[in-house]
């Protein structure tokens, strides 16, 4: 039996946009106004304590840490409001610079 996971994420991200940072997007899982299946979950858990991974690994990369397959990631990406996951690894990018720049100021 095969299941269509993209139209489930599409409906659980419905009235969300995507966030527009890290704060956000931790809100966003906190108050669990982004409902996700199990594998997306297990992404957003591995994304959170490991940005790094996101914003500079491939999807493979991710998909391996979180064992799940490469077309999960990019699911992910989508159902969180990001056109696609070049979009997703920009955003977490975007993240870690800013978070540098925070840890640099005096």
Request: hydrophobic share 45%.
């Amino acid at each position: 039996m095969s299941m269509n996971y993209g139209d489930a994420d599409t409906r659980t991200n419905a009235g969300q946009g995507r966030p527009g940072d890290m704060r956000e997007l931790k809100g966003m899982f906190a108050s669990r106004a982004l409902r996700l299946p199990k594998q997306l979950e297990q992404i957003a858990l591995v994304a959170l304590a490991r940005p790094d991974l996101v914003a500079f690994g491939s999807a493979r990369s991710i998909a391996l840490a979180c064992a799940v397959s490469p077309t999960t990631v990019a699911r992910f990406a989508t159902a969180l409001g990001f056109n696609d996951f070049r979009d997703l690894k920009a955003f977490f990018q975007q993240h870690l610079r800013n978070a540098r720049m925070i840890s640099a100021s005096p």
